[in-house]
């Protein structure tokens, strides 16, 4: 194989540059920037000089420990694909194979090709480790992004470097945005939240994931239905409730919904039966108890306020409506007006604040925004 393997020394520099002529043949290739074609370029040169040296001294039992991408940077595991490697692998292979009559000397053809054919499964290993490598690493700093940005979400200070690192993380520009929170579950749950991610990319939806206030909180934007991609991110989540913040026009705007759905989740415990998922708009009676800022001021602004404002006794209605405990004709007495006057007050009420004071729970947050509004100044 000596006089063989001068021949494949000798016309390395020749094949190689065949091998980056045929690859033109390929869309992806020459879709390339000329760097990136550089860089291939000294891959396939690298393979070539890696064969001839293997070639010389290699042993029959041992198995060659190709290094043919060191020769270009680590960021073109970015830009040409692993299945665009295998037929890279596959150009270089059948340039050789084509030349083996004209390169072994007579004798050596069926040597040349199995070493040949070996070498290239090697290579094609080797591949499949720099990217597994590559991918390994990629996705350790994309869960460092991700988490960074879900801080910054829940800490409120979303500026532009947040926007850059969600959008490096493939956040669009959803037409809509909004988070859930649920209770963190025991044991491992990434493979859980990367199922999550892989079906809200196949469903159009972008999806950002982390750990907050001892919680899992999803942030998702989309384009469609709100309440459908809410029922289905809900579906992929763990056992136990799921508080979904109100809606968002895009990720800069959504720190208010974070909060809130992280807000309704510290909350919900205390409503048993709530529905799976549950709005934080419908914790708010149990969130102000708890101290929320936020629910406090929606309690006022979105029922108290409007109420003390409309006239028309409607808050006097509501006060003493609930101080009777819910009786319409009680309610009557003290105010010593005629039950259906009652009625038709506690429907003005109804249209006004979106409130059924005949509805438990409506009625518990009715009376936490009384109790808010008469001690606001005190």
């Given at each position: ?41 000294l891959v396939v040169q ?6 001839t040296t293997w070639l ?323």
């Open positions: 194989m000596a006089s063989t393997w001068q021949r494949v020394r000798r016309a390395q520099s020749r094949l190689s540059t065949e091998a980056v002529q045929r690859m033109d043949a390929l869309p992806w290739f020459t879709a390339l920037s000329p760097s990136q074609r550089a860089d291939v370029g690298a393979g070539f000089a890696n064969f010389k001294d290699h042993d029959e039992a041992a198995a060659p420990a190709p290094d043919v991408f060191g020769a270009a940077p680590r960021e073109l595991t970015r830009a040409v694909n692993l299945k665009q490697t295998v037929q890279l692998i596959r150009v270089v292979v059948g340039v050789l194979d084509e030349h083996v009559a004209d390169l072994a000397e007579p004798g050596d053809e069926q040597a040349l090709r199995e070493a040949a054919l070996r070498y290239s499964r090697e290579i094609a290993f080797a591949a499949a480790e720099v990217y597994a490598a590559a991918a390994e690493a990629r996705g350790a700093w994309d869960a460092r992004l991700e988490a960074g940005v879900v801080e910054a979400l829940v800490r409120g200070q979303v500026g532009d470097l947040t926007l850059s690192r969600a959008g490096s993380l493939g956040w669009g520009r959803p037409a809509w945005t909004t988070a859930l929170a649920a209770p963190m579950p025991a044991g491992p749950v990434e493979s859980r939240l990367e199922d999550l991610r892989g079906h809200g990319r196949h469903s159009g939806l972008f999806v950002l994931t982390g750990e907050a206030g001892g919680g899992l909180l999803v942030v998702v934007g989309g384009k469609g239905k709100v309440e459908t991609a809410v029922k289905q991110i809900a579906a992929g989540l763990p056992a136990g409730p799921v508080v979904v913040g109100p809606v968002a026009e895009d990720l800069a705007s959504a720190v208010a919904s974070v909060q809130e759905a992280l807000s309704g989740l510290a909350a919900v415990a205390a409503w048993p039966a709530a529905p799976r998922p549950v709005a934080a708009s419908d914790l708010l009676a149990e969130r102000a108890v708890l101290g929320d800022g936020t629910a406090r001021t929606r309690l006022l602004e979105e029922v108290h306020g409007p109420l003390a404002s409309a006239g028309g006794d409607l808050l006097e209605t509501c006060a003493a409506f609930l101080e009777t405990g819910g009786s319409i004709e009680a309610t009557a007495r003290s105010l010593y007006v005629h039950a259906n006057t009652v009625r038709y007050r506690l429907r003005k009420v109804t249209d006004l604040v979106a409130l059924d004071l005949t509805h438990p729970r409506d009625a518990m947050a009715a009376r936490v925004a009384f109790v808010i509004g008469r001690t606001q100044d005190l």
